[in-house]
């Protein structure tokens, strides 16, 4: 079945340091790819997605690329904020596994800042 | 403005009783999902729905209970029957085509006490 695997967490790092967090996925046909934010207490927002391999997602300074061959989506950005301080989420949408409206996540990493 | 609307925020119930959480969106889209969320486990899939009145099992859907009679509306019932129904719930919306994503509530906090 769909699975999405995310780096293990927490992460800590320093305001302006620069972030990469791993996601991988395994899917039977073509997926969209998505990458999601939750802060404390509240729901998910979507930060940035991607829908065929080679693509670029791309969001309030975050980014991500669709990696076909590494089977791999992997978040990144240049200098974080103390208010990037959240919980990220990788997910999946693959229409050809028979569920075709069914997002599947990854575990989730929480993310903290500290000035 | 369109958005999904999850109700109440928080909810304290005693252990052996039901209750009913609500999602409602104005979005106008076909697929509605119930996931549960805990601390280190990520979201897990419930319950969803492509169509009115019709709806799938995901994961973990012993102990829970759906209904999808509008296309605007979701309840979910959490019944005594679930062991640990202490977690954060959140209600879903997509379109059922293509490679959307879905949109989210603020999600409801269940205490069972």
């Known amino acids: 079945g769909d699975s999405v695997t995310q780096m293990e967490g927490p992460v800590t790092l320093s305001e302006e340091a620069f972030l990469t967090i791993n996601c991988t996925y395994t899917a039977t046909g073509y997926p969209s790819l998505f990458w999601y934010v939750q802060y404390p207490g509240e729901g998910l927002q979507l930060l940035l997605k991607?829908?065929?391999?080679?693509d670029k997602g791309s969001n309030k300074g975050f980014e991500a690329t669709y990696r076909k061959e590494t089977t791999s989506f992997h978040l990144e950005k240049g200098s974080v904020q103390v208010s990037d301080s959240a919980v990220y989420f990788c997910a999946l949408r693959d229409p050809w596994s028979g569920a075709n409206s069914k997002l599947t996540f990854g575990k989730g990493i929480t993310l903290s800042v500290r000035p | 403005d369109g958005g999904i609307t999850q109700s109440p925020k928080y909810l304290f119930r005693k252990e052996g009783q039901n209750v009913t959480l609500s999602c409602e969106q104005n979005?106008?889209?076909?697929?509605m999902y119930w996931y549960r969320q805990d601390p280190g486990q990520g979201l897990r899939l419930i319950y969803y729905s492509q169509i009115v009145n019709d709806f799938q099992k995901g994961d973990i859907a012993e102990g829970y209970s759906v209904s999808r009679e509008k296309k605007e509306s979701f309840p979910l019932t959490v019944t005594s029957a679930q062991k640990n129904p202490t977690a954060f719930y959140l209600c879903?919306?997509?379109?059922?085509?293509?490679?959307?994503?879905?949109?989210f509530g603020q999600g409801t906090r269940l205490t069972v006490v």
């Open positions: 879903a919306s997509s379109i059922i085509q293509g490679y959307s994503e879905a949109f």
């Open positions: 979005l106008n889209h076909d697929a």
């Open positions: 991607a829908t065929k391999a080679d």
